[in-house]
């Protein structure tokens, strides 16, 4: 157990050196025109597109430019030296200042639509066939075709006071924690509703049909031969069974999420989190921070597909870890 | 005849039962796209939405018709300064700012509000109404339906061709031709979709794509300006190989240590007739349903990176574009962001709906994840 | 002794699928005494395994219809509640599966299943019910049961976990343990030892046990009874004696050539039985068999019923062929060609 948790976080860093790759790739290699240039942003001056060019290797040229290029940018992002040209702003002080903000959004939301979506995935499939399921599997389907943009600007106009009539919530924005509880839960809760419906109709769905899929298992059968009620069936025998690929798909989107994904919920209730700032710099085509919080993001999911795998091996003991 | 009641909840055991003690001898002899054809020919709401998206598409695809005979204005046209007649009575376009005597009383008028849903009041012009610089709704809204339609099916499209060959390399080959393919799919699907797809569309729509090769003076590449729709629709591309790639990857795994693989190559078949005879047509069913719950993924995926500004370049309209302009304008024209809405809604409500009906048909295991934050 | 546990009259099962109606079993009738050994024969799609769950109360559902009776000492099962029916399960009627790796739960130890099973219908505390867990997975055969009882099913062999399924069902002593094909999923050599398990366990618990496998041979040494299934319907029903000895059915012959046999000749080659069964929803008229049966004739457009036809009281079959006639030429079938008395 410890020498693979050894190995795998060995295999991880192997991986985010990889994703540092793939990020020099994105915003160096692949699009055409000056990087230097690309990277200094709008408003640069010569002086400072030579001070780049110099400061990010990207004067050398061929096979050993090429390494000496990813490293000097894999140092910036990591060292936390990598700047914004745009406005002069160090990028990872300003991932850091959105963190509060996009972790109050993502464990709320995650919580949010897991539990609901176990919920609503439950009834739907214990009731299938039946009116209640078909309403679920409907608002499922709704759930998951709504633009979270849209959906996010219409229950600004309709719940909070866009229309200049009623508001019954806030219009966005962020209240730390620490300032005032009960206005960081209030300005959350839209934001947190916003984000969690796709994922609501999403699970619900995926679960629905794990269960019908489990239900018909031969051990399943087994239990049910045992006398057991259909309740303790369905609880210890069924869920058990299908909550384990539901567990997996909540850490790469929780991480996700965590990661400055829910950037479109962000930016449309002004939340002044990763995502966010991420938004923020592609009106301007300001790249640095876009790179920090691509690579961050990437962080996030590989550290939880480890915790994912981690938590698969003790929910399912055939799984050995080895 | 004793029939049992309802229980708590139904172990379907007997539809298993049914299908294992002879249910499945009786549509013995049919192909299983003949059953799969007449699953989906029953179900009816599937069809319908079929029927819905393919409304979508013709509206889609007659916006010009719209344009020249209905709203008289083009996708870009604008016309702030504009009067259109409403009920006999001329109204501005874009209101003006003043006062006006209202029961004898004066009042402020705020201008620069853009006039709002006429429903035909104004003869077919601004029949969803009019954005800040006087172009109409409903012209640019069919306009960017046609942008964002052709975005979201092009790029499933090359997103699921990329994957599929892949896969089939993947996992015919195996060893390390699966090795490099699978850690290609990790790599992307370590990143969150949105995050990954801003990154690439910013990146890109500075200076474009500009690579490729000449070979005996013929140019072999793309060379694509910044503002290109293509842009959008190779990053969508891109961005959802893996979530295509991996399940498929899987199949053909599966599929390839059966006999009928083994006696094709036996038989001295060469590796991409395998590969295109023998394991294509088994998964194709895992690709149609994939494809098209994939299209409804894009075109989401298209509406939330345009909203950002990272997908369609103005003054292109599209879905997502739309959303975006409205969005700061939601208080005095809610209609700018809330008609494109509606159309992204019904349409991929159609797609999804279709696709569902599609994978229960054909393939009821097949599942996607997909995030769009 | 001879307390009559089980009677079953004319039991008929069917489920509305999207193809049709399956008419899974038609018309079915036994009874059973505590000690004995009911085998059930036939070949998948005969209704043999939906008859077994019907008996359990495992086919109920908003698509299955049934009709008949299945009493139980005097109550009958089809009418019973489903909530009441959870009392019957496991606690008077346990009930095994074909494949024992699929049929445990892999996420949860062996153990924690046959107390489950054991809580399920007495009230003890878990100390109790492990302590009695270990004494059920001895009386099984599992070796060192005091520390297999914590390993998962995936740590256990194929036969180990049959074992252990045959513990859970026996684990709140039921009267009557069904045995749904147990061994198909196993090799040979373990087949033989669970076979001999469930009857010596029969005894020590003093329970009946009802068998159902498509392998006739497998039943040759523990079955009192038996009853060959076709299309839903009992083609031939009697003592074990009858069946191995005088079968009435070609049907049967079919099945009892396809046992490879050592107390025989060798045949040129081990008997198959052509074609494949009919369709459920889809019977033919007249007998079942006959699209598959080499002596069919004219009279057979018209289905024979379940009558005695021989001298041996309680033998029953559904064939028109003249008793003589079969008698002089199922060896044929049986033994591949070479005539010759058993």
Redo the contacts between chains.
Sequence with gaps: MGAYIIRRIFGMLL?LV??SL??YL??IV?????PAQ?IAGRTATPANIASIRHKLGLDKHGFTGFFIQWFSLVKQLFTAKLVSYANQTNVVSQIKQGLPATFSLSIGAGIIWMGFGVLVGTIS?????RISDRLITAFA??G????????G??L??FLAG???SPSWFPDGGYVPLTSNPWQWFYHLLLPWFT?AV??IG?YGR?LR?NI??T????????????????????V??VL??SLIPIVT?FG??FA??L???????E??YNLHGV?WY??Q???S?D?PP??G??LY??MF??VF?LIVDLAYAY????IRLS | MATTGQEEFTLDTAAELAAEEGGAKAIQGKSPWAIAGRRLRRNYVALSFLGVFVLVVVCCLLAPLYASHVSHLGENDTNSGGVVTVHGQPVHVISQGGTKIVNGQPKIVFGGIPIGPQWGAAGGQYILGADELGRDIGTRLLFGGRNSLFIGVTAAAISTALSVILALLAGYFGGLVDWVISRFFDLIWAFPVVLLGIALGTALSVNGFHHGFHLFGVFIGLNLSGSSLWITILVIAFVFIPYIGRPLRGQVLALRNREFVEAATAQGAGSVRIMFTELLPNIASSVLVLFTLIIANAILTEVGLSFLGAGVRLPNPSWGTMIGEGSDKLSTAPGLSLFPGIAIAITVLAINVFGDGLRDALDPRAKIRIEHG | MAERLLEVNDLKVRFATEDGIVQAVSGISFELERGKVLGIVGESGSGKSVTAMTLMGLTRGVNAAFEGEVLYKGTDLLEVSDRDMQEYRGNELGMIFQDPMTSLNPVYRIGEQIVEAIQAHERVDKRTARARTIELLRQVGIPNPDTRVDNFPHEFSGGMRQRAMIAMALSCNPSILIADEPTTALDVTIQAQIVELVSRLKDDFNSAVIFITHDLGVIADIADEIIVMYAGRVVERGSKRDVFYDPQMPYTWGLLGSIPRLDRPRPERLHTIEGSPPSLINLPDGCKFRPRCPHAFEKCKAEPGLENRVETPGHFDRCWLDVEFKRSHRDETISGGSAEAA
Excluded at chain 1, 125 to 129: L, N, S
Excluded at chain 1, 144 to 151: E, G, H, M, N, R
Excluded at chain 1, 224 to 234: D, E, F, N, P, Y
Excluded at chain 1, 259 to 265: K, L
């Design positions: 991986v990889a994703v793939i990020v994105i915003f692949i699009p055409g025109g000056d690309r499939a214990v009731k299938a066939g389907l709704i998951i075709s709504l633009p979270v943009a849209w959906l600007l219409i600004r106009y866009e229309r200049g984000l796709l994922f999403f995926v049909s019908l899929d239900i018909n298992e031969d051990f399943v059968r087994t239990a049910k031969a045992k006398g057991l009620t259909s309740r303790r069936i369905l210890k025998h058990r069974a798909l790469l989107d996700s999420v990661g400055g994904g829910a950037i479109i919920t930016s449309v995502g991420a938004a710099s592609i009106q085509e790249l876009l790179m919080v691509t993001g990437a999911i590989v597909t929910l399912d003991p055939r």
